[in-house]
């Protein structure tokens, strides 16, 4: 059986990653996709590495037909998708890839954007969409919030670990490399190859990163008690990845076996040996995590080491992972690609 989807908002980088890992998907169908600006389009204009793909032309959402939709993926612009999926018929299931739904106490979301919730209805229904640790939630949802690729990177590193005991709870500190794709599509002076080119930089320091919020719900959630980690995001001169650095305290061989059993049934996620650290290229483009635990030479302190592609695993790929379970697909199905290498 075929599964017709929609994009809305394809035409920012995760729609078109989207529609690379659609396109070849046996049991989704691109039946309608919109833009707001370049609707009207034909996504070849917009995308030309997608020109040997047929697509429908890019459509205002008002203007798309939702009656054969099975399933839309949001990929819309932070607070935008509270009031397009208020509009939705309710037998159209959703995963929404912005931050609107991630945060499920509202005072925390208007606390990290600064806005009250416009859907708080909706916002009740929706699943945390991290799928190995939300499988069965997401299989019968109707709404599903992607994680932010940040924090789906810090989480990945740390959830077994917090879930049980093996680390000390108030000492984490995550350090976060990330990809410049991470920040959108949108011109932006500081993301010109002539300020970002030979230049890193930290931002949201200082405890003003909007993904920690997830973090603090997650880790939180995971230790049955208050948990606030320490996160500083690097931008770094590169197309897509994150690498994550998580220092804590606690011994590292146990930390690996805990990690190590967690994921042992995971397909999406690879435990290296004990002491092997993870690069982002063997990741680029893909679903796959991989992460490594190293001992320091401080006893009792280790580093975990996390990567994923921010695009794929950290939100297309984990959205279509969402779908495919929500659809009644194989969880892997169109998501077992190879990594691009070199």
């Known amino acids: 059986m075929t599964h017709k989807v929609a994009i809305l908002g394809a035409s920012g980088y995760t729609g078109a990653e989207l529609i690379r890992l659609i396109a070849t998907h046996p049991g989704l169908e691109i039946a309608a996709l919109s833009a707001d600006r370049k609707a009207g389009m034909e996504m070849v204009e917009v995308y030309p590495h997608l020109r040997h793909l047929s ?12 009656a054969g939709i099975d399933l839309c993926f949001c990929a819309l612009p932070h607070a935008t998708s509270q009031a397009v999926i208020a509009t939705l018929p309710e037998r159209v299931k959703v995963v929404d890839l912005s931050a609107d739904f991630r945060l499920r106490d509202l005072g925390e979301y208007e606390k990290w954007y600064g806005k009250p919730h416009s859907a708080p209805d909706l916002q009740k229904t929706a699943v945390y969409g991290l799928t190995e640790f939300y499988r069965e939630e997401i299989r019968v949802a109707r709404l599903v919030a992607g ?24 000492e984490i500190i995550i350090d976060m490399k990330v990809g410049v794709s991470g920040a959108g599509r949108s011109l932006k002076e500081n993301l010109l190859q002539a300020e970002l080119g030979e230049n890193w930089y930290a931002y949201g320091t200082g405890g003003r990163h909007r993904h920690l919020g997830e973090f603090d719900q997650e880790f939180s959630r995971a230790a049955g008690r208050r948990v606030e980690a ?54 680029r483009a893909t679903n796959f995590v991989h992460i490594g635990v190293v001992a320091e030479r401080r006893s009792g302190r280790a580093t975990i080491h996390a990567v994923l592609d921010n695009l794929t695993k950290g939100s297309a790929g984990q959205a279509v992972q969402n779908a495919n379970l929500m659809l009644g697909e194989k969880e892997t199905t169109g998501l077992m690609l190879s990594p691009v290498y070199p």
């Open 55 to 66: 697509l429908p032309v890019l459509k205002r959402i008002e203007e798309l037909d939702f």
């Open 147 to 170: 994680t932010g690729c940040n924090a789906a990177t810090g989480q990945f590193s740390l959830i077994p670990a917090i879930r049980a005991g093996v680390i000390d709870l108030d």
């Open 230 to 283: 320490q996160f500083t995001p690097t931008l770094v001169p590169a197309s897509r990845g994150i690498l994550a650095a998580s220092y804590v305290r606690g011994d590292a061989d146990v930390i690996h076996a805990t990690l190590s059993q967690a994921y042992a049934k995971e397909p999406f996620v690879t435990m290296l040996p004990l002491g092997q650290v993870p690069a982002v290229k063997h990741v």
